[in-house]
């Protein structure tokens, strides 16, 4: 009881200061001492607008029928907006869950408001949202990452009005996509504390009888000008739209066209002068949009944009017409003070400064959408970024979840694409083939949106299109040199696509979106591998594994994991503070290498007409996937990878063996532990043949023998069939007839998993 009312006088305190700093508020909506009171959307800025950010009553419940708190019952407690619940600027600091959560506020408006049309802005609200104002329902929003808006005018009071805004978050009801929010009380793995409830700005605007609802610019670098499609709300006979482009306060170029329908086509030509944006040249022109009845300015919107060009050619990806390394670290957008909110509009801007010192010229903004200031200073930094969404945590054989999905990744590219920095966008990490019908709808529908920027369809694990325009994989595998075997090379070698071999396909481009992720330091946390023991070492693996893909001319990027630690995930290059572990100029040095992809990217590819006979089928050759004799845990005595050794007491199933999340279609036998022992026969006809390659998805270390004889071994491990050249080795041990296979997989850390083919051509 003590601490409660020591809490609730502190509070007091803070909600008086915020009071007195609300009513210092100009006519731009900031005031001195609002939490992020900077303007929330750069890219459509009014001038009357008022931020909501501040103290707000406050209450918490996990009965779900309870509604006593629309009416004036007493809150028990006080939050500061735009903080979540969880986080310690919010002023609260509660981390356990809870399923609804409530806030009211009281504002008055400005005076030069009258006559306007009024709408209430939520940034992102986590994960169903209801709002009232003065006691009246507006509406209600599904999802914890899209922003969404209410008309406020009928139901505003001539004084003092309050707003209320109810958020109903179950995290562990599979029906919301939660990202990397954990669903057990504590933080876990690659889980970190929650965010329930309001976590984007709030704010007010005013808006004339018809306004600009939103404007879509889409770049037409080859013929020197954008198209602008500006939707109006209140679109009637009379209405006029101007656009101008404007540099240095100079109009650049301008257009005009009437406003009859709700979607108007303005096209503004700039010129030979035009100026292009690029990661080193990240030119951005003004844009004035004003809505005119008449004389009378109805609306006016303030934005920018960037003209660029994303295209394919071959297997690259190019910004511009010229290929460009994407030198990309994974950026999970988490705060220790404000979990996914930044504490300032400055540490967003900090981020992508600590990620260029180190030499990147991007991320992966993963497992979270990030908010539009964030995409703002990345596009006037020249920060090249991919959208993604924070799949993880819904279950896929729900539709109703299927269809929260649809529309709000909907909503996020609607917001998002007129962000120059944006080069692709990837809804999907990591998922199983149980998404894959969600995935290619969600895929084709991104495609019919936004047909100017690449669409990867998940990133990592399960890729389900017969047609995709790019592919990737996740590869932690932290020696250098095995790690050479893989990537090393951007020979012809192209697999069966059945295997989802992503570097099978060289007609695509490929990159590595998730490697490294090397562990340093470690304070009762986790990295990938084994740690270094010193620093020296770091640099070395660290060095080792990029110039791989550096030095290979089929990769156009790659994703190193990651740019800050995360709680309990410690392989970040700076502590989860920002402050930094390594020194940032010789991992720029490093990172910054010139890639062969720069000096000689593929341009010009064609498929593989390769035949492949299968001598050993894995789990995805059906009738042909081969059966094995299995021995777990129990080392099997000494010559148990001859040809004449007795099996026969060993245990018969097909494979894959293992027990990994994402690979249960894949899985013929569980394994749980540490070893497992295969041994198998298959029949050669004797046959000369030019090449051989050894497909697998093996966790951990492996070791393959035919005959007796090793063929092939592999330490660390990797997250999907990827294929190893073993044309000189198998020819060395193959005989014609009857051939043993023996295999042995090690598992240390992490979900184990066991499945291989061998393959000849014909």
């Known amino acids: 009881m003590v601490r409660m009312r020591v809490s609730r006088d502190r509070h007091r305190v803070v909600k008086g200061l915020c009071i007195v700093a609300l009513l210092l508020f100009t006519r731009g909506g900031r005031a001195e001492g609002t939490p992020r009171a900077e303007h929330p959307r750069p890219d459509m800025m009014r001038e009357q607008w008022l931020s909501l950010n501040g103290v707000w009553d406050f209450a918490e419940t996990d009965d779900d029928t309870d509604e006593t708190f629309l009416g004036d019952i007493s809150y028990p407690d006080e939050i500061i907006v735009p903080f979540c619940r969880e986080s310690s600027l919010s002023g609260l600091g509660r981390l356990g869950f809870v399923r609804n959560v409530w806030y009211r506020r009281s504002f008055a408006l400005p005076d030069n408001w009258a006559g306007k049309r009024v709408l209430v802005h939520i940034g992102a609200c986590d994960w169903k949202t209801r709002v009232w104002i003065n006691g009246v329902f507006l509406g209600e929003h599904r999802g914890g990452n899209a922003p969404f808006s209410f008309e406020l005018t009928k139901h505003l009071g001539t004084a003092e009005n309050t707003i209320v805004i109810h958020a109903f978050d179950d995290l562990r009801s599979g029906m919301q996509a939660g990202g990397k929010q954990s669903s057990r009380e504590e933080s876990h793995g690659c889980f970190y504390t929650r965010t329930t409830g309001i976590w984007q700005t709030v704010w007010l605007e005013a808006v004339g009888s018809s306004f600009i609802r939103q404007y879509i610019v889409t770049p037409d670098v080859a013929n020197s000008r954008v198209m602008i499609q500006v939707d109006v709300d209140g679109s009637r006979q009379g209405l006029m739209i101007f656009a101008e482009a404007v540099v240095e306060g100079k109009v650049a170029a301008k257009a005009a066209t009437r406003a009859d329908g709700q979607s108007n086509i303005l096209t503004l030509n700039l010129g030979k002068k035009q100026r292009l944006w690029s990661p080193e040249e990240p030119f951005l022109y003004d844009l004035d949009l004003r809505l005119l009845e008449g004389k009378t300015e109805l609306d006016r919107l303030r934005g920018y944009f960037g003209l660029r060009s994303v295209s394919i050619q071959g297997a690259a990806i190019l910004i511009n017409g010229r290929a460009t390394f994407q030198r990309l670290v994974l950026d999970q957008g988490f705060y220790p003070e404000g979990i996914w909110t930044a504490p300032s509009d400055e540490a967003l801007k900090r981020d992508i400064l600590l990620s260029q010192a180190m030499g990147f010229n991007g991320a992966r903004l993963h497992q979270k959408v990030f908010e539009p200031r964030f995409l703002y200073w990345a596009d006037r930094l020249g920060y090249l970024v991919w959208g993604e969404f924070p799949n993880w945590g819904m279950d896929y054989a729900r539709k109703e979840a299927c269809l929260t999905f649809v529309d709000e990744w909907t909503e996020i590219v609607n917001r998002d694409r007129n962000h120059p920095s944006i080069i692709g966008w990837c809804p999907f990490n990591e998922t199983p083939h149980t998404a894959s019908p969600l995935q290619k709808t969600v895929y084709h529908i991104t495609r019919s949106l936004d047909p100017t920027r690449p669409v990867l369809e998940t990133s990592g694990w399960v890729h389900s299109l017969a047609d995709p325009q790019l592919l990737d994989a996740h590869d932690y595998n932290q020696n250098p040199t095995s790690f050479r075997t893989v990537y090393g090379t951007d020979s012809d070698l192209q697999v069966p696509e059945r295997y989802g071999v992503s570097m099978a396909r060289r007609d695509r481009p490929f990159f590595i979106s998730e490697f490294g992720g090397i562990g ?243």
């Open 520 to 762: 340093w330091n470690l304070q009762d946390g986790w990295g990938y591998g084994s740690s270094p023991k010193t620093e020296e070492e770091f640099y070395t693996r660290y060095e080792g594994l990029t110039n791989v893909l550096l030095d290979n001319r089929g990769m156009f990027g790659f994703c190193y994991t990651q740019l800050t630690d995360v709680e309990q995930e410690q392989n970040g290059l700076y502590r989860y503070d920002r402050t930094p572990k390594f020194d940032a100029k010789r991992i720029q040095r490093i990172t910054s290498r010139r890639a062969r992809y720069e000096e000689d990217p593929p341009l010009n590819t064609t498929p593989s007409d390769v035949e492949w006979c299968v001598l050993v089928g894995a789990a995805v050759d059906g009738d042909r996937a081969q059966t094995w004799r299995y021995q777990m845990e129990t080392q099997p005595k000494e010559g148990w990878e001859t040809v004449d050794y007795d099996d026969s007491s060993w245990q018969e199933s097909k494979g894959g063996f293992g027990d990994k999340g994402g690979w249960e279609s894949r899985t013929g036998t569980t394994w749980k532990g540490k070893d497992i022992w295969l041994r198998g026969q298959f029949e050669h006809d004797g046959s000369s043949f030019d090449r051989a390659v050894f497909v697998t998805h093996y966790d951990n270390a492996t070791e393959i023998y035919v005959n007796g004889e090793l063929i092939w071994e592999g330490e660390g491990w990797n997250d999907a069939y990827a294929p190893f050249e073993i044309t000189d080795t198998l020819k060395r041990a193959l005989k014609r007839g009857t051939n043993t296979i023996a295999v042995h997989c090690h598992q240390d850390t992490g979900g184990q998993f066991i499945d291989l083919a061998v393959l000849v051509t014909k």
